[in-house]
């Protein structure tokens, strides 16, 4: 089982910057890579950004340039920096562990509202 906490959501004006940040307990050695997807109002969950334990990174096309996945190993910790926010990037973003089993393992969310 792995326990996964966000924090850093809120209200921003366009071209504006957030930093989400997500702390993970539990079982942190299964850990295969976690990352930060996120659901609009009417659509589908999709994926933000992802990194491996080996630190390998993937980011979705509608973010990259303006995103950034880090993760501090060491406090089990994982952020995502959001940089020139758009009104279209307003959602709710949940963290996401995946173990080696590939069992996936949710946050409860964190609201990021881009608007003026």
């Known amino acids: 089982q792995v326990q996964l906490v966000e924090s850093g959501g809120g209200l921003v004006q366009p071209g504006g910057s957030l930093r989400l940040s997500c702390a993970a307990s539990?079982?942190?050695?299964?850990?295969?890579?976690m990352g930060w997807y996120r659901q609009g109002p009417g659509k589908q969950r999709e994926m933000v950004a992802a990194v491996t334990s080996g630190g390998n990174t993937n980011y979705a096309d509608s973010v990259k340039g303006r995103f950034t996945i880090s993760r501090d190993a060491a406090k089990n910790m994982v952020y995502l920096q959001m940089n020139s926010l758009k009104p279209e990037d307003t959602a709710v973003y949940y963290c996401?562990?995946?173990?080696?089993?590939?069992?996936?393992?949710w946050g409860q969310g964190t609201q990021v509202t881009v608007s003026s």
């Open positions: 996401n562990a995946r173990l080696l089993t590939m069992t996936r393992f």
């Open positions: 539990g079982s942190i050695r299964s850990i295969y890579d």
